[in-house]
């Protein structure tokens, strides 16, 4: 969802050196993965003819394989390699980033927005909102959001090829390359057909290759209580297994923040922006087959979701406890030739896997990189071809032209993203700007999308300036806190805040603003008659009912299920 | 459209993916084993490859006969 400031250090800093070494097996894994998907991509591009096939995946995947989708496109190695790092400065704290961050969002987006997205027949975000606010909104946030796809894509690009010669000393140019043709053939090919079943292979390759670090790290230690003690003898007077009890003041916990930055900023804004509006990731919901899919895969990736600290938290954790030496921030670990944060993932495989597990592993991380990249290509060539393209330029072309011209922008996406990720090389401080545009256009995108589907009153000019203001002010806050820092006390409620917590307020603001905004304007100017907005908002659609499924097919049930947990786990690690 | 169209299962690809890393990781691990090379990893005594290998042969191997494309 993030990239965490840890990883953004890593990424900034030229390494001199390898962690560890391929064995031939190693490498017969790795290139086994690449002709699969690969083949997996010539495969399927006979099944891509129509638009709905290239753009949508022909709207007929399985809740199963939207669910998982859904939660690989998310799950890249920036995640898994940037939160182990974070759980190990950080400790158990980065969990909020995948359970209140994560959870209540997702079941939010299948329960109560999920049916407005998937019976307007919308092919993306932003054409959800030209349906209910008209063209300016969706112009804003489609130019807003392509932006954002390629440099987060070339981002990707950058930080998989900087881990791969940290890891391994491959040559950077080679891996910025290979990974980019590769996943630009296989999106290009099969559109988001290809990039959906790569996501599912992906996701399933992830689990497998990250597995064995928690299951022999726990078996090392003596179990879960042997490694809170091991930690705290570690690490007298430091609490780095508790969730909440260290939330109450901003200098009680190494974050630097308190649960109402967490709850509100986090658990609020960030997540529900994120998980319901960021196309990246609704648009796997929309390739499901029917409105119950629809509904029932943010569930299904929620409960996966939920258990990816498993792989990635825990890992830091254990690192905590058996590690000999001390891991250090990334400029100290140059200057000192020490390791850094970022490597205990890659360490802890280097621990515990030998050959052909190790090759695995590696894998695994590649197929995390690739299917972040492939989410945001595929998201790029729906948005580029259906809300900027077909809106502003060519309006009444034939289908086979915009699913030649959605080929054609795949492969511009992957050339942007390559362009990208050497302008990232060029300037190291890109990336940093990179997350903070990030959070710019989601939180405010909430705000428009939150009062476009649950207040019928609101109106298109209310959604178009509530969207504006909101992103300007979020943009505004941004440059004043560069500029001046002693404003990090107003926009982050407290000078002991740190840039995590700078963002989870910032993003709260503007989305006040939005709100505000949006409302403001919406009552002072003409509102659309209700017939207008069948389809669209609450009070005016007819859901269509599941009263007459048995009580174990409905997907509330499996969301109060999936929330009770939730909320047990929560208790477990307060 | 891909299902109409009898597509194969994404399942049978994994499932495929899954069978021959177990054979490559097992066959490895097992080599290990019998060859008495010298542990380079911690608990490297409880050969996870050969077991991890294994669990991947048998989840691979169910996966693929049982999504294995047949013609109706």
Not at chain 1, 309 to 328: D, E, Q, S, T, Y
Not at chain 2, 4 to 15: A, D, H, K
Request: hydrophobic content about 55%; glycine content about 10%; aromatic content about 14%.
């Amino acid at each position: 969802m993030t990239i965490t400031p840890l990883l953004l250090a890593v990424l900034q800093t030229p390494q001199p050196s390898r962690l560890m070494s391929l064995h031939t097996v190693d490498v017969l894994i790795i290139l086994i993965y690449f002709v699969v998907i690969l083949g997996i991509g010539f495969y399927l591009k006979r099944f891509t003819k129509t638009g709905d096939d290239f753009f949508l995946a022909g709207r007929q995947m399985t809740s199963w394989i939207a669910g998982l989708s859904f939660v690989a496109a998310n799950l890249g190695s920036l995640e898994l390699m940037g939160w182990a790092a974070a759980a190990y400065q950080y400790g158990i704290l980065a969990t909020h980033w995948y359970w209140i961050g994560a959870i209540p969002a997702m079941l939010f987006l299948g329960i109560v927005m999920m049916p407005f997205y998937y019976i307007s027949k919308t092919h993306s975000v932003p054409g959800y909102l030209k349906l209910r606010f008209g063209e300016p909104a969706r112009a804003l946030s489609a130019v807003t959001f392509a932006v954002m796809t390629v440099l987060m894509s070339g981002v990707n690009i950058y930080s998989m090829a900087l881990v791969m010669k940290v890891v391994l000393g491959w040559n950077i140019n080679f891996s910025i390359w290979v990974s980019s043709i590769t996943v630009g053939i296989y999106v290009a090919l099969g559109g988001l057909l290809s990039a959906v079943f790569n996501e599912v292979l992906q996701f399933v390759l992830i689990w497998v290759g990250a597995l064995l670090i928690p299951i022999i790290g726990l078996i090392e230690v003596g179990g879960w209580n042997n490694m809170v003690a091991r930690i705290a003898q570690n690490n007298p007077g430091q609490n780095y297994t508790h969730l909440w009890s260290t939330l109450g003041s901003f200098s009680d916990n190494p974050m630097g923040i308190h649960w109402t930055g967490i709850v509100l900023g986090l658990g609020w804004v960030i997540s529900f922006g994120y998980w319901t509006t960021d196309f990246l990731v609704v648009q796997r919901v929309l390739t499901a087959k029917d409105l119950r899919s629809a509904k029932m895969a943010p569930i299904i990736g929620a409960s996966f979701k939920m258990m990816v600290p498993f792989i990635v938290i825990l890992p830091g954790l254990l690192a905590l406890a058996v590690l000999p030496v001390k891991l250090v921030g990334e400029t100290q670990a140059v200057s000192a030739g020490m390791h850094s944060y970022n490597e205990v993932l890659p360490l802890m495989l280097a621990r515990y896997c030998g050959p052909g597990l190790l090759g695995l592993g590696i894998t695994a991380l590649m197929a995390g990189f690739m299917s972040g990249m492939a989410g945001n290509v595929s998201a790029f060539a729906t948005v580029w071809t259906y809300d900027i393209y077909r809106a502003l330029v060519r309006k009444d072309a034939s289908d086979s032209h915009y699913v030649s011209m959605g080929r054609w922008c795949t492969i511009l996406g992957i050339l942007i993203s390559i362009g990208t990720a050497y302008g990232v090389m060029q300037f190291k401080s890109i990336m940093d700007y990179v997350q903070a545009l990030f959070s710019f256009f989601i939180a405010p995108l909430f705000g428009t999308v939150l009062l476009g589907m649950l207040w019928k009153r609101c109106t298109g000019p209310g959604g178009f300036w509530g969207l504006l203001c909101g992103t300007l002010s979020s943009i505004g806050m941004w440059a004043w806190v560069k500029l001046d820092p002693s404003a990090l006390r107003y926009i982050a409620l407290s000078p002991d805040a740190r840039d995590m917590a700078e963002n989870m307020y910032r993003a709260l603001w503007s989305w006040i603003i939005c709100v505000v905004i949006t409302v403001v304007v919406s009552m002072v100017t003409q509102p659309r008659p209700d017939a207008e907005l069948r389809g669209l908002v609450y009070g005016c659609t007819e859901v269509p009912s599941e009263g007459h499924l048995p009580l174990h097919q409905r997907p509330i049930f499996w969301a109060c299920i999936v929330a009770a947990v939730f909320v047990v786990l929560n208790i477990i690690f307060w | 459209m891909y299902s109409e169209q009898g597509g194969v299962s994404i399942w049978f690809f994994i499932g495929a993916l899954m069978f021959v890393y177990g054979i490559l990781i097992f066959a490895s691990g097992l080599f290990e084993l019998l060859s008495n090379t010298p542990q380079t990893v911690v608990f490297g005594g409880l050969h996870a490859a050969v077991w991890w290998g294994a669990l991947l042969i048998v989840f691979g191997g169910s996966a693929s006969y049982r999504f294995f494309p047949r013609k109706s």
